[in-house]
């Protein structure tokens, strides 16, 4: 069974850190890009970061760039995504999604497996 799995959410103060992690099961993460996506209450989801599985290209909303890293660990079969100066405003459900043409568009239709989501609150 193909699946995906986020983890690492929670409560954090702002400029407080969170690295939240996306497992695959049921196939390999080598041969997809790995995008991260997130939905604020009372808005749509947004594309937040992706990498890329051949050249492990990066890319950013600009939002959180400067502030998320994302990274990845094949052996372990899971993505990472690292963030730093964490703000109010980046307070959602965080989801990862696997992207099989390799694209890291944020056109949500390109990815074919989502996870459940993990939250992350930012506040005091």
């Known amino acids: 069974q193909v699946q995906l799995v986020e983890s690492g959410g929670g409560l954090v103060q702002p400029g407080g850190s969170l690295r939240l992690s996306c497992a695959a099961s049921?196939?390999?993460?080598?041969?997809?890009?790995i995008g991260w996506f997130r939905r604020a209450p009372g808005k749509e989801r947004e594309g937040v970061s992706c990498?890329?599985?051949?050249?492990?290209?990066?890319y950013y909303v600009e939002s959180v760039k400067g502030r998320f890293t994302i990274s990845r660990d094949n052996a372990e079969n899971t993505v990472y995504l690292h963030m730093n100066s964490l703000k109010p405003e980046d307070t959602a459900v965080y989801y990862c999604?696997?992207?099989?043409?390799?694209?890291?568009?944020?056109?949500?239709?390109?990815?074919?497996?989502w996870g459940q989501g993990t939250q992350v609150t930012v506040s005091s």
């Open positions: 049921g196939f390999t993460l080598d041969y997809y890009a």
């Open positions: 990498i890329k599985s051949n050249d492990g290209r990066t």
């Open positions: 999604a696997a992207d099989p043409y390799n694209s890291c568009s944020w056109v949500e239709d390109l990815y074919d497996s």
